[in-house]
């Protein structure tokens, strides 16, 4: 596994964050029609149908697709949508669920999913902290757009992020797997517990008055949300899981509150100051030290061979560990 991005992988990597970041913005107008569960279950709907129909499904188990699915949707954008309904502001929501770099490294390094088990490098502990730094100054100045609920909402959903993360990594372990249809069907288990929820916590009524009163613009969003966010983004982002360390990537998405603040001070109108930037420095700062650093490819741990055996014989065990996500 390489740890080091080609000039393409790094376009589709920023490309995907610049997506995920804006994307914040786009949940917000949708919301303001939408009930969260159903939006999040009607996000999923899209991707599953009518793509399933054309996608053969990879040739993973369903128990894998299930683990993707139910924590991708569920929990990830389940919990972040019920947040920003109201309990958590888009550019704070931005930067609480990108607690998924520090989940999906430390799931890398359990290995409770998998069988790589990553190391962390010194200049990468370097890189998080300056990245935390920058992450800490936005909160400092937008502790007032948040509840405590919304924080431990939009928390789980990182960690529901990082799930999905390691699951998809398992499941390209030892087979190629086309990730535009790994994503799709993963929707399969996405959409029934959304939608169940929906309905057991929204109720009909808002869901019957929601769709009622919304216009073209919100179901463009819906659609966006579909197709430009899960199906290119997650299908793009497992992908290139699936060719570089946890390590390498992951800490990528730290990009995405630069691109929420930016976007919500285009669409929203809301203020860009000094602090963001100085903000948005720090973690671009880390973010250079983590890929740019001078490193050796940190090996997987594996079992050491077993000591020769009486007569001659040796046992070895020798399993060489490809990295993904």
């Not at 199906?231 to 990528?252: C, K």
Request: proline letters at 5%; hydrophobic letters at 55%.
């Amino acid at each position: 596994m390489d740890s080091r991005l080609s000039l393409r992988d790094a376009l589709l990597a920023l490309a995907v964050v610049a997506i995920w970041g804006s994307n914040f913005v786009v949940i917000k107008i949708a919301l303001a029609a939408l009930p969260p569960l159903f939006l999040a279950g009607l996000r999923f709907f899209i991707v599953l149908v009518p793509a399933a129909f054309f996608l053969l499904r990879p040739k993973v188990s369903w128990g894998n697709l299930a683990v993707y699915g139910f924590a991708i949707g569920g929990i990830q954008f389940g919990l972040l949508f019920v947040a920003m309904n109201g309990h958590i502001s888009p550019g704070l929501a931005s930067l609480v669920i990108q607690m998924q770099v520090f989940f999906t490294i430390g799931l890398s390094v359990l290995r409770p999913l998998g069988a790589t088990r990553e190391r962390i490098a010194p200049h990468q502990i370097a890189a998080f902290a300056l990245a935390l730094a920058g992450m800490g100054v936005i909160a400092a100045h937008n502790g007032r757009g948040t509840t405590i609920l919304g924080l431990c909402l939009t928390l789980v959903a990182g960690m529901g992020w990082a799930i999905a993360n390691q699951a998809a990594r398992e499941a390209t372990r030892q087979t190629k797997v086309n990730m535009l249809a790994y994503v799709v069907w993963a929707s399969l288990f996405s959409v029934p517990p959304l939608l169940a929820m929906s309905l057991l916590l929204e109720g009909w009524d808002a869901i019957r008055n929601g769709v009622a009163h919304a216009g073209w613009g919100i179901w463009a969003t819906v659609i966006w949300q579909s197709a430009g966010n899960t199906m290119f983004g997650y299908a793009v982002w497992n992908w290139l899981l699936s060719r570089h360390p946890a390590t390498t990537i992951a800490p990528l998405s730290l990009l995405v509150p630069v691109f929420g603040m930016a976007s919500s001070a285009w669409w929203l109108g809301e203020p860009l100051q000094d602090w963001k930037i100085a903000a948005s420095l720090l973690v671009m700062a880390g973010l250079a030290v983590n890929l740019l650093w001078p490193k050796k490819q940190a090996p997987a741990l594996a079992p050491r061979a077993a000591k020769p055996l009486a007569g001659g014989d040796v046992a070895t065990s020798s399993r060489r560990s490809r990295g993904e996500l």
